[in-house]
């Protein structure tokens, strides 16, 4: 086998993969990121401005061409204008992601959308408490609507708050008072950072980053906080369910169908009509033994937490996946769906179908779902892919799937913990457990596919700190072993020991990348159960190889939250050393956390373990010296 | 005489030299037109990827003796002493490649050509804007560079500024030397992601 | 200082150029027994496949030896050097002095040596004389045969292919080219040229040739009989040196130059086909009869000869084609025997109909073959002549974005 796959991932699937892929020629995402180069400095050091026409502008990092652009800003202005954007965009996404959540959710209250539900009226009830609504003697979709129309408000500014930041503990909301970016509503602090960085408004560099954090925090606390509730609602809270990941997870002699993309409104439908008998009996005629459902990407991810549904991969793989030629049917609602799909399903049998009103890919049959149509469509999207076995070519499956256990809600943190965070906060203050680091976030080509996840956590782990992991580091992390019970051995002794005592694995899959709020609810019980504020707890985030505009919002809400989070890959922001040092140094005066790059995942390791002793120490903790 | 000179550590690889110079060498010279116009106007100059993706605006150095003028088998590359420049004649040269062979740096591209016979691929390579020059102008890639990665001067003084360049080094740390502590940040960073 | 060059072709002509430079007013006569003005050799090829019109042949202009201040004596080729003397000899008698002499009189092609090569219409194919007859006969011709699957009898077969005939080509190695690409590009080529409708055979020669006036047919090594009404040969050439004197002037397949280009006889040069240097990949002395060997090799043997020092370290043969849809370039020693003092990398790229193949020797690369994508492969060809030490990873130089800047400092 040719070396050079070896250098692009650390997956054997993977490695097998590129290698069909070239054959087949097919075009992929590594292919493209060399056509690329060089990438445009200007652009990667955030110092290309294309928001009005005076320009386009750029400023000259070596000091002779222009030093401003054609209204005046400088290279601070500029950086913190695109990172302000990127931050916008990543709200937006997930924020719709919610809103289309929220939309279900009153249609189900208003008895409109048939196949869905109300699956844990104990989440329902708990949700709307904090919303204020008293459940005492309502209905479930009475109060279903209640609650949902209550949410809408958050999206607006008929508030002062978004509802759900109570949940952070106090010392945190009252830092966010103090400094100003308490998020006020869900689609208006968006609104506001899109109006601040046109041309001639705020053009004080800290005062935009300073929206960034709120629009930030509408996300983290608002957008992706009530996604994840509701999708809870209505699917259910996850409880730990055996999987198996990566894409030996597709069957030879079964109908494959994947499901792509984010939002559980269109998978849990999907699931529902593979599950039917109809359904099965049909593939039954066509010669296969049964429909084999599998995700890639969050919405993947939310069925795996929820149903234990396979993945069959994660950002780099969806391209690969296709190049089995075992999948019958790829459906796609939107987020990280490469464009390029269509036009490697064109090589094989695969059908690609798009989902969302507010997603259309090149080569892509569409086939709108909405709360009223979805089990409709559904049913009628997977009988098409049964009738489509009978097409298939040659398939390789090169891999046996891994298994790994998957569905760690808090609900489930905390019941394997014995109803309170309390065994977790001994091991933590007996030095036993050192801290805990959630690794997010994506793959990006630019970073040997999961290898910086993969290292990072096996060195984190090897030094008792627990690691919980969304996204594609989730996958990759399955797929490393890492999330069965024996994979204790592959951690330090105290982690070991405790998550053996507790029977569970030393790396905790905690779902898609909304499902990072889970993260800010438990850390906030950690905080508030020592009543301290979250930037005191021996934690930290990570981000080895992200890529997208939703990451970059994940990251400012977890900093802002008071988690110091490493990124691996490098943001657009070298043009401004100002900037540089605000968001690496200075954050930690306003916020009590910051950012670091480091690409490389042994560092980053050592980083973090250092971070987490200093803060140990400053808690009277035992501590050592990293 | 003046004449271009690239500073390889000033690339940021925006690659603007090259659509300047294609826009330079089509019919209508405003890039908007060029780019609806047949045959499809090409840069002269290429920026290439290092081995760390930096970038490298790779332009042909007029060499003296010219390997491609020594090896052109239709005799269709000669000097021009006035501008000493090299050029190709695109109703001589015959599409053998010849010249790409021969050229070490390999600058010489082969495609239809607006100044080439209609229908006929030939070899194309940088005339040192020998027209612009003509007109008063600087060649169009030194136009466009912001960057100063490309710059239209006398030899002796890019080489003084060079001398005095490392002569600075010499007695300093190398810190205080970076051009550009933005652009050092990036490229470190860029090489650390591209060793792992 | 009287200086002689025999030989009016690349090599005689840039030999002249470079004399008149450094000394201009030494008396120069030049010999040469074709009498058109100095002319592209490898572009004859293209007057047969109907690209270039017979004018575009010349390469200087018709005032290149007023300007030049040279004596010519064309339509003349030597008998004899006479070293003792330093006196060259024409054919006829006349004598002409030298104090320098350059041997540029390149090659003949190797005749065909079977019975019936005196019937008409059997031609090799080296001069501009041979493809102005071959052209002649091309209308009444229904079965050309192309002899050979060297660099001549594939740029024969490929000019008939685009002049609307279907050759058959008769060789005796596995693929065409052998001595200049491997298996994995010679079918890439051989599929491409079959695609357009020629006929190979491999394994295979000519005992006879058989016909009345003009050749009819011809008779093959398995016995079986092929009617041609065409026959170009292309089996390689012969050095022109039947008057060089064997005991004062060394020869080996060809004259025996030094790196200044000088023969083992003080103040006698050699340079271009009929020279024999030392062949940097190979490391061996090697014929290298090719165009920009012979340009490069009569410039330095000129300006060693007007008194300046110039070394030419080496010779390295490389060969440059587009053959319809594809691109061929090969350089050096493309294909060494499987010997472990060589290190092969190859790339096949399927989607886009790339090949590159490289050989190293140590860290040093010494050969190389690019299908398509060939606009770099000067690059390669520099780290050859030059035995640049490759401290890169080499699996850059297979990549298609391989560019300058990455063995730049």
């Avoid at chain 3, 339509?75 to 000899?89: C, F, L, M």
Wanted: glycine residues 10%.
């Amino acid at each position: 086998m040719d070396k050079k796959f070896e250098d692009l991932t650390i997956t054997q699937d993977g490695q097998l993969l590129l290698e069909k892929a070239e054959k087949d020629q097919v075009e992929t995402v590594w292919q493209r990121l060399q056509a690329q180069q060089p990438q445009c400095g200007y652009c990667d050091l955030g110092l290309s401005c294309r928001i009005c026409i005076m320009g386009p502008c750029r400023v000259d990092p070596f000091g002779e061409g222009p030093q401003k652009g054609v209204c005046g800003a400088d290279a601070d202005i500029i950086v913190a204008r695109n990172l302000c954007r990127m931050v916008a965009a990543g709200a937006a996404s997930h924020s719709d992601h919610g809103r289309d959540l929220v939309e279900v959710l009153a249609s189900v209250a208003e008895g409109k959308a048939p196949g869905y539900q109300i699956r844990s009226v104990e989440k329902l009830k708990q949700v709307a408490t904090e919303y204020g609504i008293d459940p005492e003697g309502k209905d479930v979709l009475p109060l279903a609507g209640e609650l949902a129309q209550a949410m809408m408000e958050d999206y607006g500014m008929r508030q002062k708050q978004i509802k759900l930041v109570s949940r952070a503990p106090q010392k945190r909301r009252d830092l966010w008072e103090k400094v100003g970016i308490t998020p006020r509503g869900i689609d208006r602090e968006t609104s506001e950072m899109m109006h601040r960085t046109h041309m001639g408004v705020d053009n004080g560099w800290q005062s935009l980053l300073l929206q960034a954090l709120r629009n930030a925090l509408s996300d983290g606390w608002g957008g992706s906080m009530i996604a994840t509730e509701v999708s809870d609602i209505l699917f259910g809270i996850p409880a730990p369910k055996p999987t198996t990941v990566n894409v030996g997870v597709l069957k030879k002699d079964q109908v494959n169908i994947i499901v792509h993309g984010h939002n559980p409104v269109v998978s849990e439908m999907i699931l529902k009509a593979c599950e039917s008998p109809d359904m099965i009996a049909l593939a039954k005629e066509k010669g296969a033994r049964g429909i084999n459902l599998a995700g890639v990407c969050c919405t993947g991810n939310e069925l795996l937490m929820r149903h234990g549904v396979p993945m069959a991969g994660n950002h780099l793989m969806t391209e690969l996946v296709l190049s089995t030629g075992a999948v019958e049917m790829m459906l796609v609602d939107y987020q990280c769906i490469m464009p390029s799909l269509g036009t490697v399903a064109a090589c094989y049998h695969t059908k690609m179908i798009s989902t969302s009103d507010k997603a259309r890919f090149p080569g892509m049959e569409h086939r709108e779902f909405h709360p009223e149509n979805a089990e409709q469509m559904a049913m009628e999207l997977v009988t098409e892919a049964v009738n489509n076995f009978v097409a298939r070519g040659e398939v390789y499956i090169p891999v046996e799937p891994v298994n790994a256990v998957g569905g760690f809600s808090v609900e489930t943190i905390i019941g394997a913990l014995g109803g309170t965070p309390d065994p977790l906060l001994d091991a933590i203050k007996a030095g036993k457990i050192r801290g805990a680091v959630g690794i997010v976030g994506c793959n990006n080509p630019k970073i040997k596919h999961d290898y910086g996840h993969v290292t990072l956590t096996k060195r984190l782990i090897e030094n008792d700190v627990l690691v919980v992991d969304t996204g594609c580091v989730s996958v990759a992390n399955a797929k490393a072993g890492f999330k069965v019970p024996e994979a204790i051995e592959m951690a330090g002794p105290g982690l070991k020991e405790v998550c053996g005592s507790l029977g569970i694995p030393p790396v905790l899959h905690l779902g898609s990348c909304v499902d990072n709020v889970r993260i800010l609810v438990l850390v906030s019980a950690l905080a508030n159960a020592l009543d301290v504020d979250i930037s005191d707890l021996p934690i930290a985030g990570a981000a080895p190889e992200w890529y997208s505009e939703k990451a970059v919002t994940i990251g400012t809400y977890f900093v802002a939250s008071g988690v110091t989070t490493v990124l691996g890959p490098m943001p657009p922001i070298a043009g401004s050393m100002n900037v540089v040092k605000l968001l690496t140094e200075g954050l930690n005066d306003v916020v009590g956390a910051t950012f670091a790059v480091e690409p490389d995942p042994e560092k980053a390791a050592v980083l973090i373990r250092r971070h987490i002793e200093g803060k140990r120490k400053a808690l009277g903790l035992a501590s050592v010296d990293v | 005489m003046k004449e271009v000179t690239v500073h390889p550590e000033r690339c940021v690889g925006c690659m603007q030299c090259m659509i300047a110079c294609a826009t330079a060498h089509s019919q209508t010279r405003q890039v908007l037109t060029a780019l609806m116009e047949t045959p499809l106007p090409k840069s002269r100059v290429h920026v290439g990827a290092g081995l760390y993706n930096e970038g490298f605006p790779n332009r042909c150095r007029h060499c003296n003796p010219a390997p491609c003028m020594v090896a052109c088998l239709a005799g269709a590359i000669l000097r021009d002493p006035e501008r000493d420049t090299v050029l190709v004649n695109p109703d001589k040269c015959i599409n053998c490649a010849g010249c790409a062979m021969a050229c070490p740096y390999g600058v010489i591209r082969f495609h239809e050509d607006s100044t080439a016979p209609p229908d006929k691929t030939v070899a194309v390579k940088c005339d040192n804007c020998d027209q612009r020059q003509a007109e008063g102008l600087i060649p169009a890639c030194v136009e466009v560079c912001k960057s100063g990665a490309l710059t239209f001067e006398e030899s002796t003084d890019a080489l003084k500024r060079k001398t005095d360049e490392v002569a600075r080094s010499v007695s300093r740390g190398a810190e205080e030397m970076s051009l550009s502590p933005a652009f050092s940040l990036l490229t470190a960073a860029k090489r650390a992601q591209l060793s792992l | 200082m009287k200086y002689v060059i025999v030989g009016n072709g690349i090599a005689g002509i840039s030999a002249a150029e470079a004399v008149r430079q450094l000394d201009p007013s030494g008396h120069m006569t030049l010999i040469g027994d074709e009498t058109a003005l100095p002319y592209s050799r490898p572009m004859i090829s293209m007057v047969l496949d109907g690209s270039t019109p017979l004018e575009k042949l010349p390469i200087r202009s018709p005032g290149i030896y007023d300007d030049l201040n040279i004596e010519t004596r064309l339509g003349n080729r030597i008998s004899e050097i006479d070293a003792g003397r330093r006196e060259v000899v024409i054919e006829g008698g006349k004598r002409v002095p030298f104090d320098r002499l350059l041997i540029a009189t390149g090659a003949d092609a190797r005749p065909v040596e079977v019975p019936g090569t005196d019937l008409k219409n059997i031609y090799t194919m080296r001069t501009e004389a041979h493809v102005r007859h071959i052209i002649q006969t091309l209308p009444t011709v229904r079965n050309p045969l192309v002899l050979g699957g060297g660099l001549v009898g594939f740029k024969a077969a490929y000019g008939l292919l685009k002049r609307g005939l279907k050759p058959t080509m008769l060789i005796t190695s596995p693929y065409p080219l052998s001595m200049q690409v491997d298996e994995v590009a010679g079918k890439m080529i051989l599929d491409e040229l079959v695609r357009h409708g020629l006929t190979v055979r491999v394994g295979i020669s000519v005992k006879a040739f058989e016909g009345s006036k003009m050749v009819e047919g011809a008779l093959l090594s398995d016995d079986s009989a092929l009617p041609c009404d065409l026959v170009i040969a292309g089996k390689g050439v012969v050095p022109s040196l039947s008057f060089v004197p064997q005991d004062r002037i060394s020869v080996g397949q060809g004259i025996f130059v030094d790196e200044h280009m000088e023969t083992s006889l003080k103040g006698v040069f050699a340079a271009g086909d009929v020279a024999e240097h030392f062949d940097i990949a190979r490391k061996t002395r090697w014929m290298n009869a090719i165009w920009p060997e012979a340009a490069m090799q009569g410039r330095v043997a000129g300006m060693n000869m007007a008194g300046r020092n110039v070394s030419y370290t080496g010779s390295l043969s490389r060969n440059v084609m587009r053959i319809f849809d594809l691109d061929l370039m090969t350089m050096g020693l493309a294909n060494p025997k499987a010997d472990s003092e060589y290190d092969v990398l190859n790339a096949h790229g399927f989607r886009n109909n790339l090949y590159r193949k490289l050989v190293f020797r140590g860290n040093v690369l010494v050969g190389a073959v690019l299908v398509n994508g060939i606009e770099q492969g000067g690059l390669l060809l520099a780290l050859i002549q030059n035995e640049t030490p490759i401290s890169i990873s080499r699996k850059k130089l297979l990549e298609p974005g391989f560019n300058f800047r990455q063995i730049m400092n």
